[in-house]
């Protein structure tokens, strides 16, 4: 495992994370023209690398780019193809990992809960509460200006899976080509449809979905481990073994919620209900040897707004997990076979 975090090029930014010994960035490449271009992803590279780290993985192909594919609207065709071109470029640049989300409304969230630890901010989702807002609960860290405030229109599962399936047709044998592997992000929070709009990447047989419909080496998860934790009735860590032995597990976020769909608080790592240390050795038993990044974080006194406080807090317990299962290795063997 490999542990990293998000940062645009801000130098600042790029120091932060090597103080706290990374090697890792995850980034997101503008896409002004509506694909990622081969110059661009280059100087990015480049400048990431002055400051003595890797980028393996794009964290996420923009919904803009392909909102139209989404939805089944005319000019989905046009979009694809810049996904194609995006993805050629993505490979070209030598960038392993890209992924994206097939949320047609976005993340969702609610509310920030006001009695964390100590006065700490958790990001929260309530369904109850969303039912009363709906259009509130779309406005979590921002609004796409892709997303209507409201759909114009409803979309059920099996018209939302027709279009997702074909955007996988389409992309998956050029990833192949490129040498990319696309990874997809679940829904989050994962519930089956949301004001008409079905919600298809929700659970784990929808994961599982996923890589059926396009079977491929370059067909795979970005596994959320928080989203899939809040998924109702899932053991977070049997789920890292499922796909983590079929190979496809591409990239990794690492949090732990308390809580499930329909409820639950973004936590500190140390007071959520996953054991994240039997999720650490899940990853090890696996083989995973891919990109884990710390993802969402609870909002703590005197943080900036890049929430470095709170990062490195997370970022120090996920390496404290390595390395006590790194020491202690002999009494955790793996469990079963890769």
């Given at each position: 495992?490999?542990?990293?975090l998000?940062?645009?090029m801000?130098d600042?930014?790029l120091?932060?994370i090597?103080?706290?010994?990374l090697r890792?960035?995850?980034?997101?490449?503008?896409a002004?023209?509506g694909?990622f271009d081969l110059?661009?992803l280059?100087?990015?590279?480049?400048?990431?690398?002055?400051?003595?780290?890797e980028w393996?993985?794009?964290e996420?192909?923009?919904?803009q780019?392909?909102?139209?594919a989404?939805?089944?609207?005319?000019?989905?065709?046009?979009?694809?193809?810049?996904?194609?071109?995006?993805?050629?470029?993505?490979g070209?640049?030598?960038i392993?990992v890209?992924?994206?989300?097939w949320?047609?409304?976005?993340?969702?969230?609610t509310e920030?809960?006001p009695?964390?630890r100590?006065?700490?901010?958790?990001?929260?989702?309530?369904?109850?509460?969303?039912?009363?807002?709906?259009?509130a609960?779309?406005?979590?860290l921002g609004?796409?200006?892709?997303?209507p405030?409201?759909?114009d229109r409803?979309?059920?599962?099996?018209?939302?899976?027709?279009?997702?399936?074909y955007?996988?047709?389409c992309?998956v044998?050029?990833?192949?080509e490129a040498?990319?592997?696309l990874?997809?992000?679940?829904?989050?929070?994962?519930?089956?449809?949301?004001m008409?709009?079905?919600?298809?990447?929700?659970?784990?047989?929808?994961?599982q979905r996923?890589?059926?419909?396009?079977?491929?080496?370059?067909?795979?998860?970005?596994f959320?481990q928080?989203?899939?934790?809040?998924?109702a009735?899932?053991?977070?860590?049997?789920?890292i073994?499922?796909?983590?032995?079929?190979g496809?597990?591409?990239?990794?976020?690492?949090r732990?919620?308390?809580?499930?769909?329909?409820?639950?608080?973004?936590?500190?790592?140390?007071?959520g209900d996953t054991?994240?240390?039997?999720?650490?050795r899940?990853?090890?038993?696996?083989g995973?040897?891919?990109?884990?990044?710390i993802?969402?974080?609870?909002?703590?006194?005197?943080?900036?707004?890049?929430?470095?406080?709170?990062?490195?807090?997370?970022v120090?317990y996920a390496?404290g997990l390595?390395?006590?299962?790194?020491?202690f290795e002999?009494?955790?063997?793996?469990r079963g076979?890769?």
């Amino acid at each position: 495992m490999k542990i990293g975090l998000h940062a645009g090029m801000q130098d600042d930014a790029l120091r932060f994370i090597r103080q706290l010994g990374l090697r890792q960035v995850i980034s997101a490449p503008p896409a002004p023209d509506g694909y990622f271009d081969l110059p661009t992803l280059l100087r990015m590279k480049t400048h990431f690398a002055s400051f003595v780290l890797e980028w393996q993985v794009i964290e996420n192909l923009p919904t803009q780019l392909y909102h139209k594919a989404m939805w089944g609207l005319p000019g989905r065709d046009e979009q694809i193809e810049n996904c194609i071109r995006s993805i050629r470029n993505v490979g070209a640049a030598g960038i392993p990992v890209l992924q994206y989300g097939w949320m047609i409304l976005g993340g969702l969230r609610t509310e920030y809960s006001p009695t964390g630890r100590g006065g700490a901010r958790y990001s929260r989702f309530d369904l109850s509460v969303a039912e009363r807002h709906p259009v509130a609960a779309m406005d979590w860290l921002g609004s796409d200006p892709c997303y209507p405030k409201a759909p114009d229109r409803k979309l059920d599962a099996d018209e939302a899976w027709q279009h997702y399936a074909y955007f996988l047709r389409c992309l998956v044998p050029v990833a192949e080509e490129a040498g990319v592997k696309l990874a997809i992000h679940p829904d989050d929070p994962p519930i089956p449809h949301y004001m008409g709009v079905a919600r298809i990447i929700s659970s784990l047989d929808a994961l599982q979905r996923v890589i059926d419909t396009v079977p491929s080496p370059n067909n795979g998860l970005g596994f959320c481990q928080g989203t899939i934790a809040t998924m109702a009735g899932v053991d977070v860590v049997e789920a890292i073994y499922r796909f983590g032995r079929q190979g496809k597990i591409f990239f990794a976020h690492f949090r732990n919620p308390r809580g499930q769909s329909p409820r639950f608080d973004e936590v500190f790592p140390d007071e959520g209900d996953t054991d994240m240390f039997a999720a650490v050795r899940a990853y090890r038993d696996v083989g995973y040897d891919g990109v884990m990044r710390i993802d969402h974080c609870p909002s703590v006194v005197g943080d900036n707004e890049r929430s470095d406080r709170s990062f490195a807090y997370q970022v120090g317990y996920a390496k404290g997990l390595v390395a006590a299962l790194q020491s202690f290795e002999p009494h955790f063997p793996p469990r079963g076979g890769h």
